[in-house]
């Protein structure tokens, strides 16, 4: 674990990660914005390096090794680089005060932390387009979810006329939360492909050891969908949308990473 080469990159990736959350913070402090080039050079080069342990880490001998502390890690890097892409045309910087601790915690657990799963081995191109394509989608979702977190303590502090400096630099309400829908339907769109992936490359979606995961996944699917319905048809907002976002994604993540805790650290399958 101290020898191998993932070591220099994940602590490479935690301490850019750091480095840029502890200037963030410090301009939010002070009432200012950073400076979005300097957050997006540091968190790119953690990106790079987070990446780079990840090849290492999730290429071995006997195929894709995708524990549950790697695939932690890997939707880690995947929402931070998704997120800095998005800094290049809308305002989501703020956004990275609170994701970049999450990729320095995500790159040290997964070099620090014991491995659960066994590799697997000879993946199909169409498995691999249906894991990507999951991880993506729950990339999107934790976007939405930090989102809506932010616009809920947006709500709460201008309904008190106490804005704090965080606040004061974000853009309008409506703004965020037609940044939060446009995060929800990118996600549901490839959460959609996803399962349409699974159902075409899997054996068998509602096997044994998936059943819990599909039908969780199944669930969610339906919650964003009727919540993206509400929106458009019914016109929901505010704390109605952030209710559903929280429950959707809840159940998101216990079907990718409550199924994976449970085989890999209780069932040690």
């Known amino acids: 674990m101290l020898s191998s080469p993932s070591l ?36 790119g080069l953690a990106v790079l390096a987070q990446g780079g342990a990840l090849f290492f880490q999730l290429n071995t001998p006997l195929g894709l090794s995708l524990d549950f502390f790697s695939a932690a890690s890997l939707i880690a890097v995947a929402v931070i680089a998704l997120t800095l892409l998005a800094c290049l045309s809308i305002p989501v910087e703020n956004l990275l005060v609170l994701l970049f601790p999450l990729g320095a915690v995500t790159a040290l657990l997964a070099q620090f932390a014991p491995a659960g799963t066994v590799p697997l081995t000879n993946e199909e191109p169409g498995i691999l387009a249906h894991i990507l394509l999951s991880i993506l989608a729950y990339g999107l979702f934790t976007i939405a979810v930090f989102q809506s977190l932010l616009l809920l303590l947006q709500d709460y502090q201008l309904k008190h006329k106490h804005p704090s400096g965080l606040i004061r ?41 998936l059943v819990h995961k599909t039908s969780l996944a199944c669930l969610a699917w339906v919650v964003f969908g009727v919540l993206l319905w509400g929106r458009t048809r019914l016109g929901w907002r505010g704390h109605k949308a952030i209710r559903w976002t929280l429950a959707g994604f809840c159940l998101l993540m216990l ?15």
């Open 169 to 209: 630099n974000f853009p309008p309400l409506q703004t965020m939360e037609s940044l939060l829908f446009g995060f929800l339907w990118a996600g549901w769109a490839l959460l959609s492909a996803s399962l349409v992936s699974g159902w075409l490359f899997l054996d068998n979606l509602f096997a044994q050891h």
């Open 8 to 43: 220099i990159p994940n602590l490479l990736a935690a301490g850019l990660y750091l480095l840029a959350t502890l200037y963030h913070a410090m301009r939010i402090r002070q009432g200012s914005r950073a400076d979005k080039r300097l957050l997006g050079l540091l968190g």
């Open 255 to 269: 079907a990718y990473f409550g199924s994976k805790l449970v085989r890999e650290f209780i069932l040690h399958i």
